[in-house]
Protein backbone atom coordinates (compact mmCIF):
# COMPACT_ATOMS: atom_id res chain seq x y z
CA UNK A 1 0.00 0.00 0.00
CA UNK A 2 1.43 3.77 -0.76
CA UNK A 3 1.76 6.36 1.37
CA UNK A 4 -1.03 8.31 -0.54
CA UNK A 5 -3.38 5.12 -0.03
CA UNK A 6 -2.79 4.90 3.41
CA UNK A 7 -3.93 8.00 4.03
CA UNK A 8 -7.59 7.61 3.30
CA UNK A 9 -7.57 4.03 4.35
CA UNK A 10 -8.97 3.63 7.53
CA UNK A 11 -6.14 2.99 10.17
CA UNK A 12 -5.04 -0.73 11.09
CA UNK A 13 -4.18 -2.11 14.52
CA UNK A 14 -2.57 -5.36 15.41
CA UNK A 15 -2.79 -7.01 18.43
CA UNK A 16 -0.50 -10.28 19.77
CA UNK A 17 -1.84 -10.93 22.70
CA UNK A 18 0.17 -12.99 25.37
CA UNK A 19 -0.71 -15.68 27.90
CA UNK A 20 -3.72 -15.80 30.33
CA UNK A 21 -7.93 -15.13 29.22
CA UNK A 22 -7.12 -11.60 31.38
CA UNK A 23 -5.31 -10.42 28.54
CA UNK A 24 -7.53 -11.74 26.04
CA UNK A 25 -10.56 -9.58 27.29
CA UNK A 26 -8.01 -6.49 27.91
CA UNK A 27 -6.74 -6.81 24.38
CA UNK A 28 -10.65 -6.69 23.23
CA UNK A 29 -11.29 -3.65 25.40
CA UNK A 30 -7.93 -2.24 23.87
CA UNK A 31 -9.24 -2.51 20.39
CA UNK A 32 -12.44 -0.90 21.39
CA UNK A 33 -10.35 2.13 22.96
CA UNK A 34 -8.62 2.34 19.53
CA UNK A 35 -12.25 1.79 17.74
CA UNK A 36 -13.05 5.10 18.83
CA UNK A 37 -10.27 6.63 17.28
CA UNK A 38 -10.81 5.34 13.70
CA UNK A 39 -8.69 2.13 14.36
CA UNK A 40 -9.69 -1.44 12.75
CA UNK A 41 -8.16 -4.58 14.02
CA UNK A 42 -6.17 -6.60 11.27
CA UNK A 43 -4.66 -9.89 11.41
CA UNK A 44 -1.83 -8.71 8.86
CA UNK A 45 0.64 -7.00 10.85
CA UNK A 46 2.77 -5.99 7.68
CA UNK A 47 -0.01 -3.59 7.05
CA UNK A 48 -0.63 -2.12 10.54
CA UNK A 49 -0.53 1.07 11.25
CA UNK A 50 0.06 0.82 14.75
CA UNK A 51 1.20 -2.64 16.10
CA UNK A 52 0.65 -3.65 20.02
CA UNK A 53 2.07 -6.25 22.10
CA UNK A 54 -0.28 -7.05 25.48
CA UNK A 55 2.27 -9.03 27.52
CA UNK A 56 1.53 -11.81 30.18
CA UNK A 57 4.54 -12.23 32.93
CA UNK A 58 3.27 -15.25 34.17
CA UNK A 59 4.82 -17.36 32.60
CA UNK A 60 8.84 -18.15 31.71
CA UNK A 61 10.87 -15.98 30.27
CA UNK A 62 7.95 -13.73 29.52
CA UNK A 63 10.52 -10.23 29.13
CA UNK A 64 12.83 -12.53 26.68
CA UNK A 65 9.83 -13.25 24.25
CA UNK A 66 9.07 -9.27 24.47
CA UNK A 67 12.49 -8.54 22.98
CA UNK A 68 12.55 -10.94 20.67
CA UNK A 69 9.11 -10.28 19.29
CA UNK A 70 10.36 -6.12 19.52
CA UNK A 71 13.95 -7.08 17.27
CA UNK A 72 11.58 -8.58 14.24
CA UNK A 73 9.74 -5.48 14.29
CA UNK A 74 12.90 -3.59 13.52
CA UNK A 75 12.75 -4.20 9.52
CA UNK A 76 9.08 -3.10 9.45
CA UNK A 77 9.86 -0.02 11.50
CA UNK A 78 12.75 0.76 9.06
CA UNK A 79 10.62 0.51 6.15
CA UNK A 80 7.54 2.53 7.96
CA UNK A 81 8.75 5.22 10.49
CA UNK A 82 5.63 6.25 11.10
CA UNK A 83 4.72 2.89 11.80
CA UNK A 84 3.31 3.31 15.82
CA UNK A 85 5.10 0.28 18.42
CA UNK A 86 3.20 -0.37 21.87
CA UNK A 87 3.97 -2.58 24.70
CA UNK A 88 1.06 -3.06 27.16
CA UNK A 89 0.20 -5.76 30.00
CA UNK A 90 1.88 -6.89 32.82
CA UNK A 91 5.34 -6.89 31.25
CA UNK A 92 5.01 -3.31 30.22
CA UNK A 93 4.21 -2.60 34.11
CA UNK A 94 7.13 -4.44 34.96
CA UNK A 95 10.14 -3.24 32.69
CA UNK A 96 8.66 0.56 32.28
CA UNK A 97 11.24 2.77 30.86
CA UNK A 98 13.63 0.12 30.45
CA UNK A 99 12.00 -1.49 27.39
CA UNK A 100 12.61 2.00 26.05
CA UNK A 101 15.65 2.37 26.51
CA UNK A 102 16.40 -0.97 25.35
CA UNK A 103 14.07 -1.02 22.58
CA UNK A 104 14.17 3.15 21.13
CA UNK A 105 11.75 1.94 18.42
CA UNK A 106 8.96 1.33 20.90
CA UNK A 107 6.72 4.61 21.14
CA UNK A 108 4.53 3.90 24.25
CA UNK A 109 4.34 1.84 27.23
CA UNK A 110 1.23 1.52 28.92
CA UNK A 111 0.45 -0.76 31.97
CA UNK A 112 -2.88 -2.78 32.65
CA UNK A 113 -4.23 -0.41 34.94
CA UNK A 114 -4.06 2.46 32.42
CA UNK A 115 -4.95 1.66 29.16
CA UNK A 116 -7.62 3.19 28.76
CA UNK A 117 -5.41 6.59 28.17
CA UNK A 118 -4.05 4.82 24.52
CA UNK A 119 -5.71 7.07 23.01
CA UNK A 120 -4.33 10.65 24.43
CA UNK A 121 -1.09 9.17 24.31
CA UNK A 122 -1.21 8.72 20.46
CA UNK A 123 -2.28 12.24 20.53
CA UNK A 124 0.59 13.01 22.78
CA UNK A 125 -2.03 14.13 25.66
CA UNK A 126 -0.28 11.83 28.20
CA UNK A 127 3.54 10.43 28.82
CA UNK A 128 4.55 7.78 26.05
CA UNK A 129 4.84 5.89 29.52
CA UNK A 130 2.21 5.28 31.60
CA UNK A 131 2.62 2.35 34.59
CA UNK A 132 1.46 4.05 37.95
CA UNK A 133 -1.97 2.73 39.47
CA UNK A 134 -4.50 5.06 38.53
CA UNK A 135 -6.60 6.54 40.70
CA UNK A 136 -9.47 6.40 38.62
CA UNK A 137 -11.40 3.22 37.43
CA UNK A 138 -10.41 2.39 33.99
CA UNK A 139 -13.64 1.01 33.24
CA UNK A 140 -15.26 3.97 33.74
CA UNK A 141 -13.28 5.39 31.00
CA UNK A 142 -13.45 2.87 28.44
CA UNK A 143 -16.02 3.12 25.22
CA UNK A 144 -18.89 0.99 25.18
CA UNK A 145 -18.20 -2.63 23.87
CA UNK A 146 -18.66 -1.47 19.64
CA UNK A 147 -19.12 -4.88 18.03
CA UNK A 148 -22.83 -5.29 17.04
CA UNK A 149 -22.57 -9.10 16.84
CA UNK A 150 -20.27 -11.19 19.33
CA UNK A 151 -18.74 -15.21 19.32
CA UNK A 152 -21.60 -17.07 21.38
CA UNK A 153 -18.77 -17.32 24.35
CA UNK A 154 -17.42 -13.74 25.70
CA UNK A 155 -14.96 -12.82 28.68
CA UNK A 156 -16.28 -10.49 31.20
CA UNK A 157 -14.00 -8.91 33.76
CA UNK A 158 -14.99 -8.32 37.32
CA UNK A 159 -12.10 -8.08 39.64
CA UNK A 160 -8.35 -6.94 38.80
CA UNK A 161 -5.05 -7.25 41.54
CA UNK A 162 -4.37 -9.81 44.08
CA UNK A 163 -3.86 -9.08 47.76
CA UNK A 164 -2.19 -13.16 48.23
CA UNK A 165 1.57 -12.06 47.92
CA UNK A 166 2.57 -15.94 46.89
CA UNK A 167 5.82 -15.80 46.89
CA UNK A 168 6.69 -17.03 43.27
CA UNK A 169 3.70 -14.52 41.84
CA UNK A 170 4.28 -11.05 40.36
CA UNK A 171 0.83 -10.14 39.59
CA UNK A 172 0.43 -7.95 42.90
CA UNK A 173 3.43 -5.55 41.38
CA UNK A 174 2.24 -5.50 37.98
CA UNK A 175 -1.84 -5.61 38.68
CA UNK A 176 -2.02 -3.81 41.96
CA UNK A 177 -3.94 -4.81 44.77
CA UNK A 178 -7.80 -6.47 44.22
CA UNK A 179 -10.19 -4.16 43.39
CA UNK A 180 -13.49 -5.24 42.45
CA UNK A 181 -16.02 -3.88 39.65
CA UNK A 182 -19.69 -2.79 40.94
CA UNK A 183 -22.69 -4.77 40.59
CA UNK A 184 -24.24 -2.64 38.08
CA UNK A 185 -21.47 -2.13 35.53
CA UNK A 186 -21.14 -5.84 35.71
CA UNK A 187 -24.61 -7.01 35.33
CA UNK A 188 -24.55 -3.94 32.33
CA UNK A 189 -21.90 -5.63 30.71
CA UNK A 190 -23.02 -8.70 30.48
CA UNK A 191 -26.50 -8.01 29.05
CA UNK A 192 -25.16 -5.73 26.47
CA UNK A 193 -23.08 -9.24 25.46
CA UNK A 194 -26.16 -11.45 25.80
CA UNK A 195 -27.69 -8.81 23.51
CA UNK A 196 -25.22 -9.01 20.44
CA UNK A 197 -25.35 -12.81 20.47
CA UNK A 198 -23.19 -14.19 23.87
CA UNK A 199 -24.63 -17.19 25.08
CA UNK A 200 -21.64 -17.80 27.80
CA UNK A 201 -19.80 -15.55 29.71
CA UNK A 202 -16.69 -16.33 31.68
CA UNK A 203 -16.40 -14.03 34.50
CA UNK A 204 -12.37 -12.96 35.18
CA UNK A 205 -10.19 -12.38 38.42
CA UNK A 206 -6.39 -12.48 38.73
CA UNK A 207 -8.81 -13.73 42.24
CA UNK A 208 -12.32 -13.58 40.87
CA UNK A 209 -13.76 -15.77 43.63
CA UNK A 210 -12.39 -13.10 46.10
CA UNK A 211 -14.79 -10.61 44.22
CA UNK A 212 -16.93 -8.80 46.66
CA UNK A 213 -18.73 -5.32 44.93
CA UNK A 214 -21.54 -2.37 46.10
CA UNK A 215 -24.84 -3.84 45.24
CA UNK A 216 -28.60 -3.30 46.22
CA UNK A 217 -28.41 -3.56 50.14
CA UNK A 218 -25.19 -3.55 50.23
CA UNK A 219 -21.85 -5.59 49.32
CA UNK A 220 -22.49 -8.98 47.43
CA UNK A 221 -20.53 -11.90 47.46
CA UNK A 222 -19.01 -13.72 44.11
CA UNK A 223 -21.89 -16.35 44.97
CA UNK A 224 -24.93 -13.80 44.72
CA UNK A 225 -23.53 -11.92 41.85
CA UNK A 226 -23.25 -15.28 40.21
CA UNK A 227 -27.06 -15.78 40.73
CA UNK A 228 -27.56 -12.66 39.58
CA UNK A 229 -26.45 -12.82 35.95
CA UNK A 230 -28.11 -16.70 35.91
CA UNK A 231 -31.55 -14.09 35.77
CA UNK A 232 -30.50 -12.68 32.69
CA UNK A 233 -32.65 -14.25 29.83
CA UNK A 234 -30.27 -15.69 27.03
CA UNK A 235 -27.07 -15.99 29.19
CA UNK A 236 -26.99 -19.99 29.11
CA UNK A 237 -23.69 -20.50 30.97
CA UNK A 238 -21.47 -18.77 33.01
CA UNK A 239 -17.83 -19.82 33.96
CA UNK A 240 -15.09 -18.52 36.33
CA UNK A 241 -11.39 -18.07 36.88
CA UNK A 242 -8.70 -17.75 38.11
CA UNK A 243 -10.02 -18.94 41.40
CA UNK A 244 -7.96 -19.28 45.42
CA UNK A 245 -9.23 -22.18 47.91
CA UNK A 246 -9.05 -19.49 50.53
CA UNK A 247 -11.79 -17.61 48.88
CA UNK A 248 -14.24 -20.67 48.17
CA UNK A 249 -17.17 -19.07 50.15
CA UNK A 250 -20.23 -20.94 51.27
CA UNK A 251 -22.65 -19.03 48.89
CA UNK A 252 -20.30 -19.74 46.08
CA UNK A 253 -20.56 -23.64 46.82
CA UNK A 254 -23.94 -23.04 47.23
CA UNK A 255 -24.01 -21.28 43.58
CA UNK A 256 -22.41 -24.62 42.24
CA UNK A 257 -25.55 -26.44 43.77
CA UNK A 258 -28.49 -24.60 42.69
CA UNK A 259 -27.36 -22.39 39.60
CA UNK A 260 -27.89 -24.81 36.39
CA UNK A 261 -26.05 -21.94 34.37
CA UNK A 262 -23.16 -22.35 36.63
CA UNK A 263 -21.26 -24.79 34.38
CA UNK A 264 -19.73 -27.94 36.53
CA UNK A 265 -16.04 -27.20 35.96
CA UNK A 266 -13.88 -25.25 38.31
CA UNK A 267 -9.89 -24.32 38.32
CA UNK A 268 -8.85 -24.03 41.43
CA UNK A 269 -5.01 -23.68 42.09
CA UNK A 270 -3.42 -25.59 44.23
CA UNK A 271 0.14 -25.35 43.14
CA UNK A 272 1.86 -27.49 45.83
CA UNK A 273 0.83 -31.07 48.18
CA UNK A 274 3.31 -30.29 50.58
CA UNK A 275 2.17 -27.90 53.52
CA UNK A 276 5.99 -27.09 53.77
CA UNK A 277 5.98 -25.66 50.24
CA UNK A 278 2.85 -24.49 50.78
CA UNK A 279 4.17 -22.24 54.11
CA UNK A 280 7.37 -21.38 51.51
CA UNK A 281 5.12 -20.06 49.15
CA UNK A 282 2.71 -18.44 51.37
CA UNK A 283 -0.24 -19.75 50.22
CA UNK A 284 -2.20 -19.53 53.40
CA UNK A 285 -3.69 -23.41 53.15
CA UNK A 286 -2.48 -26.58 53.81
CA UNK A 287 -2.86 -29.85 51.63
CA UNK A 288 -5.84 -30.67 54.30
CA UNK A 289 -7.32 -27.57 53.64
CA UNK A 290 -7.41 -28.15 50.04
CA UNK A 291 -8.93 -31.45 49.94
CA UNK A 292 -11.48 -30.64 52.70
CA UNK A 293 -12.58 -27.86 50.14
CA UNK A 294 -12.73 -30.50 47.45
CA UNK A 295 -14.66 -32.56 49.47
CA UNK A 296 -17.31 -29.84 50.39
CA UNK A 297 -17.41 -28.98 46.69
CA UNK A 298 -18.07 -32.40 45.00
CA UNK A 299 -20.76 -33.09 47.83
CA UNK A 300 -22.45 -29.64 46.22
CA UNK A 301 -21.65 -30.67 42.76
CA UNK A 302 -21.26 -34.35 42.45
CA UNK A 303 -20.07 -34.63 38.87
CA UNK A 304 -18.11 -31.11 38.86
CA UNK A 305 -14.64 -31.53 36.56
CA UNK A 306 -11.80 -29.87 38.92
CA UNK A 307 -8.35 -28.73 36.76
CA UNK A 308 -5.42 -26.99 39.20
CA UNK A 309 -2.09 -25.68 38.63
CA UNK A 310 1.19 -26.72 40.01
CA UNK A 311 4.49 -25.49 39.93
CA UNK A 312 7.61 -28.32 40.14
CA UNK A 313 10.90 -27.75 41.66
CA UNK A 314 9.64 -24.81 43.90
CA UNK A 315 13.03 -23.91 46.04
CA UNK A 316 13.65 -25.94 49.00
CA UNK A 317 11.41 -28.77 47.32
CA UNK A 318 12.73 -31.97 48.19
CA UNK A 319 11.77 -35.41 47.19
CA UNK A 320 9.01 -35.99 49.63
CA UNK A 321 7.76 -32.90 48.89
CA UNK A 322 7.48 -34.04 45.28
CA UNK A 323 6.05 -37.39 46.87
CA UNK A 324 3.56 -35.11 48.92
CA UNK A 325 2.69 -33.24 45.41
CA UNK A 326 1.81 -36.69 43.56
CA UNK A 327 -0.17 -38.67 46.74
CA UNK A 328 -2.72 -35.21 46.59
CA UNK A 329 -3.30 -35.77 42.62
CA UNK A 330 -3.92 -39.07 42.69
CA UNK A 331 -6.45 -38.41 45.62
CA UNK A 332 -8.50 -35.32 44.30
CA UNK A 333 -8.21 -37.09 40.45
CA UNK A 334 -8.02 -33.93 38.32
CA UNK A 335 -9.70 -33.44 34.81
CA UNK A 336 -6.44 -31.81 33.96
CA UNK A 337 -4.12 -29.20 35.32
CA UNK A 338 -1.09 -26.66 34.09
CA UNK A 339 2.23 -27.58 35.71
CA UNK A 340 5.82 -26.00 35.45
CA UNK A 341 8.31 -25.51 36.48
CA UNK A 342 9.47 -23.07 38.85
CA UNK A 343 11.27 -19.67 37.43
CA UNK A 344 12.06 -17.22 39.17
CA UNK A 345 10.17 -13.63 38.95
CA UNK A 346 12.39 -10.70 39.70
CA UNK A 347 11.09 -8.47 42.62
CA UNK A 348 8.94 -11.35 44.02
CA UNK A 349 10.05 -13.33 47.52
CA UNK A 350 11.32 -16.20 46.34
CA UNK A 351 13.80 -14.62 43.14
CA UNK A 352 17.02 -15.11 45.29
CA UNK A 353 16.36 -18.65 47.04
CA UNK A 354 18.26 -21.20 45.62
CA UNK A 355 16.92 -23.48 43.07
CA UNK A 356 16.55 -26.81 42.68
CA UNK A 357 18.63 -28.44 40.59
CA UNK A 358 17.37 -28.11 36.75
CA UNK A 359 17.74 -32.10 35.86
CA UNK A 360 15.81 -32.97 39.56
CA UNK A 361 13.50 -30.65 38.66
CA UNK A 362 12.75 -32.08 35.35
CA UNK A 363 12.27 -35.10 36.21
CA UNK A 364 9.50 -34.67 38.81
CA UNK A 365 7.61 -32.55 36.13
CA UNK A 366 7.70 -35.44 33.76
CA UNK A 367 6.27 -37.72 36.73
CA UNK A 368 3.79 -35.22 37.77
CA UNK A 369 2.57 -34.54 34.78
CA UNK A 370 2.24 -38.16 33.20
CA UNK A 371 0.18 -38.90 36.25
CA UNK A 372 -2.25 -35.85 35.45
CA UNK A 373 -2.09 -36.83 31.93
CA UNK A 374 -3.22 -40.12 32.76
CA UNK A 375 -5.67 -38.54 34.86
CA UNK A 376 -6.87 -36.23 31.72
CA UNK A 377 -7.27 -39.30 30.09
CA UNK A 378 -9.53 -41.15 32.91
CA UNK A 379 -11.97 -38.56 32.86
CA UNK A 380 -12.49 -38.00 28.93
CA UNK A 381 -12.92 -41.64 29.09
CA UNK A 382 -15.45 -41.43 31.68
CA UNK A 383 -17.40 -39.47 29.34
CA UNK A 384 -18.26 -41.75 26.86
CA UNK A 385 -21.79 -42.57 26.17
CA UNK A 386 -23.24 -39.13 28.38
CA UNK A 387 -25.07 -36.84 26.91
CA UNK A 388 -23.54 -32.99 27.54
CA UNK A 389 -24.52 -29.80 26.15
CA UNK A 390 -22.41 -28.48 23.79
CA UNK A 391 -22.39 -24.54 22.55
CA UNK A 392 -20.47 -24.61 19.17
CA UNK A 393 -18.06 -21.94 18.57
CA UNK A 394 -16.67 -22.60 14.75
CA UNK A 395 -16.34 -25.13 12.20
CA UNK A 396 -14.25 -28.14 13.08
CA UNK A 397 -11.65 -29.13 10.66
CA UNK A 398 -13.19 -31.68 8.05
CA UNK A 399 -16.94 -30.54 6.36
CA UNK A 400 -19.72 -30.60 8.12
CA UNK A 401 -18.47 -30.56 11.23
CA UNK A 402 -18.82 -28.30 14.06
CA UNK A 403 -16.52 -27.93 17.00
CA UNK A 404 -17.53 -26.67 20.95
CA UNK A 405 -17.13 -26.66 24.52
CA UNK A 406 -19.17 -29.13 26.67
CA UNK A 407 -20.47 -28.38 29.85
CA UNK A 408 -16.94 -29.65 31.35
CA UNK A 409 -14.97 -27.33 28.51
CA UNK A 410 -14.17 -30.40 26.87
CA UNK A 411 -13.45 -29.69 23.28
CA UNK A 412 -16.67 -31.89 21.54
CA UNK A 413 -16.35 -32.36 17.42
CA UNK A 414 -19.63 -33.25 15.66
CA UNK A 415 -21.13 -33.79 12.48
CA UNK A 416 -23.73 -30.88 12.81
CA UNK A 417 -23.85 -29.57 8.92
CA UNK A 418 -27.20 -27.88 9.60
CA UNK A 419 -25.78 -26.31 12.51
CA UNK A 420 -24.87 -22.59 13.19
CA UNK A 421 -22.24 -20.89 15.44
CA UNK A 422 -24.09 -20.47 18.55
CA UNK A 423 -26.22 -23.77 19.08
CA UNK A 424 -26.24 -25.21 22.24
CA UNK A 425 -26.82 -28.97 21.72
CA UNK A 426 -27.16 -32.03 23.20
CA UNK A 427 -24.57 -34.45 22.33
CA UNK A 428 -23.56 -37.72 22.86
CA UNK A 429 -20.20 -38.36 23.61
CA UNK A 430 -19.09 -41.56 21.56
CA UNK A 431 -15.26 -41.12 21.56
CA UNK A 432 -12.17 -39.62 23.31
CA UNK A 433 -9.15 -38.25 21.60
CA UNK A 434 -5.60 -36.79 23.26
CA UNK A 435 -7.22 -33.36 23.51
CA UNK A 436 -10.72 -34.08 22.69
CA UNK A 437 -13.73 -35.42 22.75
CA UNK A 438 -16.22 -36.98 19.27
CA UNK A 439 -19.54 -36.66 19.87
CA UNK A 440 -23.29 -37.56 18.15
CA UNK A 441 -26.38 -35.09 17.84
CA UNK A 442 -29.21 -36.21 20.31
CA UNK A 443 -32.66 -35.78 18.55
Same mark, same amino acid.
Given at each position: ??????????????????????????????????? %? /? #?? +????????? $?? =???????? @??????????????????????????????????? %? /? #?? +????????? $?? =???????? @?????????????????????????????????????????????????????????? @?????????????????????????????????????????????????????????????????????????????????????????????????????????????????????????????????????????????????????????????????????????????????????????????????????????????????????????????????????????????????????????????????????????????
Amino acid at each position: MTQDARATAAKKLFIKTYGCQMNVYDSQRMAEAMG %A /E #GY +ELTEDQSQA $DM =VLLNTCHI @REKAAEKLYSDLGRLKPLKAARPDLKIGVAGCVAQ %A /E #GE +EIVRRMPLV $DL =VVGPQTYH @RLPAMLRGEAPAILTEFPPEDKFDHLPERRATRRAPAAFLTVQEGCDKFCAFCVVPYT @RGAEVSRPVDRILAEARDLVARGVREITLLGQNVNGWHGAGAGGEWGFGRLIRALAEIDGLDRIRYTTSHPNDMADDLIEAHRDIPQLMPYLHLPVQSGSDRILKAMNRKHTAEQYLRLIDRIRAARPDILLTSDFIVGFPGETDQDHADTLRLIEQVGFGTAFSFKYSPRPGTPAYDRPEVDGAVADARLQELQALLNRQQQAAQQSMLGRTVGVLFEKPGREPGQMVGKSDYLHSVFVEAPQARIGDLVQVRIVESAPNSLRGELVG
